[in-house]
């Protein structure tokens, strides 16, 4: 059984940063490409960014230069640094597990942007 919890969600000003992390629970993590989704009020799940096995990355456009993917196997948790948030970085964000033995969804964790 895998189980991926997401923490450090919240409220925060226009202009300002958070960072998201993903918990793993299970062994695949280290085996697993990890990647951030997020859902918007009223709009379809959109991808965010992927770090693969490797360590290799790729941002939607939408946050490239301003969001960090990044993972430690040590600690089977990955994290998403958010800067220079804008208010259109508000909804719910997901990660997402992909290994072998399938594809595994946190449960999301809200961000708002707002002043």
């Known amino acids: 059984q895998v189980h991926l919890v997401e923490s450090g969600g919240g409220l925060v000003q226009p202009g300002g940063s958070l960072r998201v992390s993903c918990a793993a629970s299970?062994?695949?993590?280290?085996?697993?490409?990890m990647a951030w989704y997020r859902q918007a009020p009223g709009k379809q799940r959109e991808w965010v960014a992927v770090i693969q096995i490797s360590g290799s990355t790729n941002y939607a456009e939408s946050v490239q230069g301003r969001f960090t993917i990044s993972r430690d196997n040590a600690k089977n948790t990955m994290y998403l640094q958010m800067n220079s948030l804008k208010p259109e970085d508000t909804a719910v964000y997901y990660c997402r597990a992909t290994a072998r033995e399938g594809a595994y969804w946190g449960q999301g964790i809200q961000v708002t942007v707002s002043s």
């Open positions: 299970g062994s695949i993590f280290s085996n697993s490409a």
